[in-house]
């Protein structure tokens, strides 16, 4: 289950990384590098950022959620250090050993 969650997430990231890529904002410039506003304009046509902004905001979404459900699932299955260190039966300590030579 976690790791079916954890690939979901991984095509999230990278979808939502590519989405936001592709958006052009104040800095149109910057998008146009990658080849980003008038590249996705040409393909989608003139409603581009329109359906863009909510694929990215669907996206956003879904990190968000798939993140909270990782933390929630790997959460359960681990327990705290302190919780385990304090299970451990205490061991005796052990005297050091005498030096060979004394100190001068």
């Known amino acids: 289950m976690v790791t079916l ?3 979901v997430h991984i095509l999230v990231s990278l979808l939502l990384v590519g989405a ?5 904002g104040k800095g149109a410039a910057s998008a146009n590098i990658f080849g980003g506003a008038r590249a996705a304009e040409n393909v989608f046509g003139a409603s581009t950022p329109k359906v863009i902004n909510g694929i990215t905001a669907a996206l956003a979404a879904a990190f968000i959620i798939t993140s909270t459900l990782m933390t929630v699932f790997v959460g359960r299955a681990q327990t705290s250090v302190i919780k385990r260190s304090l299970s451990l039966p205490a061991q005796p ?3 050091l050993p005498a030096p060979d030579q004394p100190l001068e």
């Open 93 to 95: 300590a052990q005297p």
């Open 20 to 24: 936001v890529l592709i958006q052009s």
């Open 5 to 7: 969650l954890i690939a």
